[in-house]
């Protein structure tokens, strides 16, 4: 928004102008969304959530861990998330702030070299932030695959408890390949997906993806009034 408004430009300064735009429409579902796993979890902190994830899953099925994908509420949030974080990063078929056909490159028009550069590697950075925090939230976070282990080993199994060990002491690449994947599948949707128009950019933020995130938010919350 400040490189659009600080150009010269009348092409940035409309880039600025649907940057900001775009960043209030998809913060409030993105923010819901994150709520309603928070509120599920009673922490605010990633390493709680990633923790309530190693539970068996839905409470029943021992050898499975419960991962929020695949939970009703968690797949609701997680599909918000997924889209709100493609949108907040500017990349297609969200990149209506640098929509080259319309506005010639956006806000980092007259941008060029080493400054351009900054903005590459700083959509980057967060395109790769943005796959960590899905990675934490709603995949299990370090853990490979959701299976426990742990709970496989107690059976006396040799390779649940190699497996164990493994999940255990290769954390961060597990981790890290997760966040790869993010940026696979980031860079999979640009080459797929064609650009939408304004008007439907801002219809799928205030239309669709907040009511449906508030909805799951306030389910979460009667589920949690109304349990025993």
Partial sequence: MLAGYASDNKYSLMGGLRSSAQLISYELSMGMALA?????????????????QEAPLWGV???????FLFTPQGLM????FLVCMVA???????DLPEAENELIAGYHTE????????????????????????AAVFLGGYNLLPIRWEALAEGGSGFAATMA????????????????AGITVYIWLRATLPRLRYDQLMSL????????????????????????
């Fill in 165 to 180: 060990k493994l999940n255990t002491t290769l954390a961060p690449l597990w981790f890290v390949g997760k966040c790869i």
């Fill in 111 to 134: 941008y060029s070299s080493m400054k351009f550069a900054v903005f590459f590697m700083g959509e980057y950075a967060a395109m790769f932030m943005f796959s960590g925090v899905f």
């Fill in 61 to 67: 099925v021992s050898g499975l861990q419960n991962w």
């Fill in 36 to 52: 309603a796993i928070a509120l599920s979890t009673g922490s605010l902190r990633m390493t709680d959530m990633v923790r309530a």
């Fill in 77 to 80: 949030a997680g599909a918000i």
């Fill in 205 to 228: 933020g205030w239309r669709s993806l907040l009511p449906l995130a508030v909805a799951n938010f306030i389910t979460v919350a009667g589920c949690i009034a109304v349990e025993p």
């Fill in 88 to 94: 907040e990063t500017n990349r297609a078929p969200f």
